[in-house]
C-alpha cells in the first residue's frame, strides 16, 4: 500500500498535476487503499467462513474492535487518523476535500456510532 501511495504522488509530480500538499496526497490514497482492503477482507471471510481466520495483528482488540469494525470502512477510517494520527478538523478536511463542517459532523455521528456499538459489544468504560 505504502507503494501505492508514493507511485500516485510520482504520477501526479511528475505531470505538474499536484495542487495540494504531498503529505495530503499520500494520507488520501493510503486510506483509500486501507479502505479497499477492509473491503476486500469482508468479501472473503464472506466467501471463506469457515477457513480460520489469522490472528489480528493491529494493537486495537476486544470490544473496540469489534465496534470499529461494524462501523462504515470510511468513518472508522476517519476516527482512526483522528484519534491515532493526531490530525486536526482542518487537517483532515484538506485530506478528504470536504469543508471542516462535514468533518466535524461525521465524525461526530461516528463517535456517537462507536460509543453505541462498544456498549453492545460488552466493552467497558
Do not use: C, N
Not at 4 to 19: I, V
Request: charged letters at 35%; proline letters at 6%.
Amino acid at each position: 500500500m505504502v507503494q501505492k501511495a508514493y507511485l500516485a504522488l510520482y504520477r501526479y509530480w511528475s505531470k505538474d498535476e499536484l495542487r495540494e500538499p504531498p503529505a495530503h496526497l499520500l494520507y488520501r490514497v493510503a486510506k483509500r487503499g486501507a479502505i479497499d482492503l477492509i473491503r476486500a477482507r469482508g468479501r472473503a471471510i464472506r466467501l471463506f467462513k469457515k477457513l480460520p481466520r489469522p490472528a489480528p495483528v493491529d494493537d486495537v482488540t476486544g470490544p473496540l474492535d469489534r465496534a470499529l469494525r461494524t462501523l462504515r470502512p470510511e468513518d472508522a477510517a476517519l476516527l482512526l487518523m483522528q484519534a491515532a494520527g493526531g490530525f486536526s478538523y482542518e487537517e483532515l478536511a484538506r485530506i478528504e476535500g470536504k469543508t471542516v463542517g462535514s468533518i466535524r459532523s461525521r465524525l461526530f455521528r461516528a463517535r456517537r456510532q462507536l460509543a453505541q456499538r462498544y456498549d453492545e459489544e460488552g466493552g467497558e468504560w
